[in-house]
């Protein structure tokens, strides 16, 4: 064997050294030989090998002539087989750790291993153990903790395999696990080529927060690499800086699956920024579940959460989160902001944003947070559309831009033409067609209310009125007056009067109704029939009578037609709104999964479930007021929609939470064939 050391190194004594002091170096190395358990025979080698190194260095021609053959290059000191072992012993002596371990490693496999249980072998694996852990010491020195804990992995393994020296192995693990932040560190901070490096700091950070019990320390955490929990937190503080968002949300959402709530906390966080910078709003919408999750106490969530709404884009949600908060001092400054609420809103959000939120990740650098350029952004924009109307946003698109510029002394005019943008996936309101559609899903008693609005002959002078009403709708009113006063006055009474009077008869005696409408119709020499006109291209009116089958909920769902009609469509449309509305309004509706795509049926019962764990309910009217037909082929039919649009979000004592009136809404639905049925499987809201 060659050691990679010269005699000077081995006796330990200066190049410079004369013999007196060769000799003196030489008699104190013999008088302190190693005491750590290393055999009789090992430790006459050593003594033999100090005693030809001293007899060398102290003879002046031989040491001439070595010094010579070292500055020619000659370097290491070849060793007999007998020899070895002491020789690695010096080696480790000299500290020359990291060359001794490895050496010894070597040593210890074939075909060079000694003989089980042989002296040899013992001294061996001692060495190896010692020259481990100061190899380790040393790159830890050097602030190389990852190489050290590697050295120690070897060491740990090298005793495990020889099955010797249990507590020399204890004391390796136990270095190793106090090295644990420091290794992690190590790997984490490494140039951002070094992938490998930083997946497996990523993965050492994963197994060592699990071990804890999570961020809180669960589990006798000071037992895990000598880290109370105060020390834990500023390593972690330490490390967040060279981690990016996106890996931070993904470790804090594991960890928070496994128990740990400050995880979910930190989880928000991570996914707010990484949404924020690079502008991915659904980032922001995930984060709100884990905030409105969290059990901290003493932690307000509500200010939080309101800055989301307002990214979003619901600036009244976005008020009433703040004004719902704990925290007396923040509803007082909001209070006395020198200027409009919703500037208050931004300010308070960007300061959030850039004080909080955007700090400690490797791939965000932002100096000023600019609410504007995120308003802008087209995907910012296109997810604020997509978003499920829970209540007024209180923002229009286009007034997305006057945000980041709002000061306390900048008023914002009320634009009460500005449309909201909301999601056009709205139901109907009542009327004839809704008692049909009911009448499927409803399955508790009827009240003596509900048997007379479900009654044929109400039903008939309903329907009579609402097609009355479109005729005029859809004609010049001046000319329908001038040309028709007949109709005029008849469509008058009849809507004031014989509804009325029907109704409260209807009351009395159900089968009296149609008798009684016949007089109060012939009186006016007016005849049902007569109501119901249509104007043809010619400008002559034909009549038309109520085909109830038209309105028959059981025989146009599912739609299976090969080319359905303009009114086919409108009436599938109109069963879609409907049926979403009865479940958002917690009652039941079977007709709603034969009109839409199992994806949008089940977000419906996603969102009544949410509804129903707030104790909330919505009421929500709708009605079509135009439909155009835009596309058309075999398996895919677009109509472009028009709807009058109301709602109401209920709370379980009865109070209204919030309100909308939309007169215009405009929404494109995509309607698409599956298995030979039509159904709704897309919408678009907006102009």
Known sequence: M?????????????????????????????????????????????????????????????????????????????????????????????????????????????????????????????????????????????????????????????????????????????????????????????????????????????????????????????KIAGLNQS???????????????????????????????????????????????????????????????????????????????????????????????????????????????????????????????????????????????????????EYVEQLEAKGALGMAKAGFSFLSSLGPEQQIENNSSAKLELEGDLPMPGGAMDEILLGKSLKSKLTGKEVLLRSDVLKNILSAYYLAYEKIKNTDFKSFISKRPIYTSAIAFLGLFVIGTSIGILIQNKNSVNNKLNDILSSENIKPEDIITNNNNNNQSSKKTINKQELNADKLIPLKSQTPSDKEIKFLIESWLKGKSDILNGLDNEILKDVARLSLYKRVIEERNKDNTLGQKQIIDTSITSIDIVQRSNTRIAADVELNYQDKRISSSGDVLSETVIPSLKVKYVIGKNKNIWQVVDYISGN
Request: glycine content about 6%.
């Open 2 to 222: 060659e050691l990679p050391i010269d005699h000077f190194r081995l006796l330990g004594v200066s190049p410079s050294a004369n013999a007196e002091e060769v000799l003196r170096a030489f008699q104190l190395r013999l008088d302190r030989p190693p005491k750590q358990g290393f055999t009789y025979e090992v430790l006459a080698q050593r003594s033999e090998l100090l005693r030809l190194s001293a007899d060398l260095l102290s003879n002046p021609s031989q040491r001439k002539t070595y010094e010579l053959a070292l500055l020619e290059g000659s370097s290491g000191l070849d060793l007999s087989s007998n020899r070895e072992v002491a020789g690695l012993l010096l080696l480790w002596e000299a500290n020359a750790s990291f060359q001794a371990f490895k050496l010894a490693k070597k040593a210890l496999q074939p075909p060079q291993a000694p003989a089980l249980g042989s002296g040899r072998e013992s001294d061996l694996t001692l060495i190896a153990a010692l020259s481990c852990r100061d190899a380790s010491i040393d790159e830890q020195a050097r602030r190389r903790y990852a190489s050290g804990a590697d050295l120690l992995q070897e060491g740990i393994q090298l005793l495990q395999r020889m099955g010797k020296l249990v507590e020399e192995r204890k004391t390796l693990e136990s270095d190793l696990e106090t090295l644990l932040p420091y290794r992690i560190l190590d790997l984490l901070s490494r140039d951002q080529e070094d992938e490998k490096s930083h997946q497996e700091g990523l993965r050492l950070l994963d197994d060592f927060v699990v071990k804890r019990g999570g961020l809180e320390g669960k589990r006798n955490s000071e």
């Open 231 to 381: 020390d834990f937190e500023l390593f972690l503080l330490q490390i967040r800086k060279f981690l990016t968002a996106k890996e931070q949300s993904k470790i804090y959402v594991n960890w928070y699956r496994r128990g740990s709530d400050d995880a979910g906390f930190l989880a928000a966080f991570a996914l707010i920024a990484s949404g924020f910078s690079y502008r991915k709003p659904e980032l922001l919408q995930e984060a709100r579940k884990y905030l409105r999750n969290i059990n901290i106490n003493g932690f307000d969530p509500m200010p939080l959460i309101g800055c989301l709404d307002l990214l979003l884009g619901d600036v009244k949600q976005a008020e009433s989160r703040f004004r719902s908060s704990s925290d007396e001092k923040l509803k007082d400054w909001l209070e006395n902001y020198p200027g409009e609420t919703l500037g208050a809103l931004c300010d308070y959000c960007r300061n959030w944003l850039k004080k909080d939120v955007l700090v400690g990740f490797r791939d965000i650098q932002i100096q000023n947070v600019d609410l504007d350029d995120w308003f802008s952004h087209k995907e910012v924009q």
